[in-house]
């Protein structure tokens, strides 16, 4: 029998959901025989969480030193500082303390004491510092463990990937931060991942237009003719099925979107406000192109619902198990690359199982945490 998978999951924003989410996420009385919890937290929050959610008492134990995780138990590996309790306010000493879970869940990861690593939301306005000046997760993450390489945000469930070209950009920004060489590069990346980490033997991919009505032969706007299509074309020749571009609007309302394995958005927004509206029951943000797996739900510290009984596990539980579920993905990929001549399987890889999705609150409306 195979070792359990270990997911680290940091504790986010104290003053948010995400202590809520977490423990109703691992609360199920058999979660230890599917994987290993391993909580980067306060204990007398987790306590108090216990307490106030009404949850079934959780076999929790402390894990002081890395050392000392325990598979077959939920863990929490404390955190040194301890920020005042303020439900639903923006605070910079939550997000210190959001920052001090985020480095020990990275030095575990580079340890190997985690196997996948799972945030829960954070204030972007909280956990700005000097040790800190990250837009989001998403750079952060890259800093630390991309090796050079930066990670490529990727909201998906289990019938729709969108990938973002721009991220954190205004939006003032956007047009002059596209280039040919970068729409190759992230729609290879893009395709790298949903062959590695989704099982996908020939990905196909959908590139949305910059400009309305895709530039309207350049009525609207020169990037479509300048740029997006001699990338595709290029990736095309490279073997790609990369295709487009397609404008934004008619692509979703059209759910020409069922067509793709994946979709490449120019910017944040494009991709976020269709994949939310269409992901409403829940999603999941991956950071794609790191050593390491990391998801996080899709949606943000709820500041209007915390600690207030209201919040709904679903997103953190989809992050949870999508993450292990590429965890093993990623490993059988790479054993089979090591081997050619062990027979990869093609067939979408059997996903454990987990509980039934419960009606999504609307926390999954508020900003996400990416």
Not at 171 to 190: G, L
Request: hydrophobic share 40%; proline share 6%; aromatic share 8%.
């Amino acid at each position: 029998m195979s070792e359990p998978v270990r997911v680290g999951i940091t504790h986010g924003d104290i003053n948010g959901i995400s202590y809520e989410v977490i423990l109703k996420a691992i609360a199920e009385e058999e979660i230890t025989e599917l994987f290993t919890p391993v909580v980067f937290g306060i204990p007398e929050l987790v306590k108090k969480a216990i307490k106030e959610f009404n949850l079934p008492d959780l076999n929790f134990t402390i894990a002081d030193d890395l050392s000392g995780i325990k598979d077959g138990m939920i863990n929490i590996v404390p955190l040194k500082f301890h920020p005042e309790f303020h439900p639903g306010e923006i605070r910079k000493d939550a997000g210190k303390s959001a920052v001090e879970a985020l480095e020990k869940a990275v030095k575990a990861l580079l340890n190997q004491d985690i196997d996948v690593l799972v945030t829960a939301p954070i204030s972007k306005e909280a956990v700005q510092s000097e040790n800190f000046s990250f837009p989001g997760h998403t750079e952060f993450l890259s800093s630390r463990l991309g090796e050079g390489e930066e990670a490529l945000m990727i909201l998906c469930n289990d019938s729709l990937r969108v990938a973002l070209l721009t991220v954190h950009l205004p939006i003032t920004k956007v047009s002059e931060s596209i280039s040919k060489e970068r729409i190759i590069s992230t729609a290879e990346k893009f395709a790298d991942t949903l062959k590695k980490d989704f099982g996908i033997v020939r990905p196909t991919i959908a590139v949305l237009s910059l400009n309305p009505h895709a530039g309207d032969g350049g009525l609207l706007g020169t990037e479509e003719e300048e740029v997006i299509k001699p990338a595709i074309n290029e990736l095309l020749e490279k073997g790609r099925l990369v295709f487009g571009p397609f404008p934004a609007d008619g692509f979703f309302g059209h759910a020409n979107y069922r067509n793709f394995d994946g979709v490449l958005a120019m910017y944040h927004d494009q991709g976020l406000a269709p994949f939310k509206t269409l992901a409403s029951s829940g999603g999941v943000n991956f950071s794609a192109g790191l050593p390491y797996v990391r998801t996080s739900p899709d949606h943000g510290t709820a500041y209007d619902k915390a600690w207030k009984g209201e919040a709904e596990a679903v997103s953190m539980r989809d992050a949870i198990y999508m993450a292990i579920d590429i965890y093993r993905r990623r490993k059988t990929f790479e054993e089979s690359a090591s081997n050619p001549l062990k027979k990869q399987v093609h067939e979408k890889p059997e996903r454990i199982d987990k509980p039934d999705r419960p009606h999504l609150g609307n926390e999954i409306n508020q900003d996400p945490d990416d």
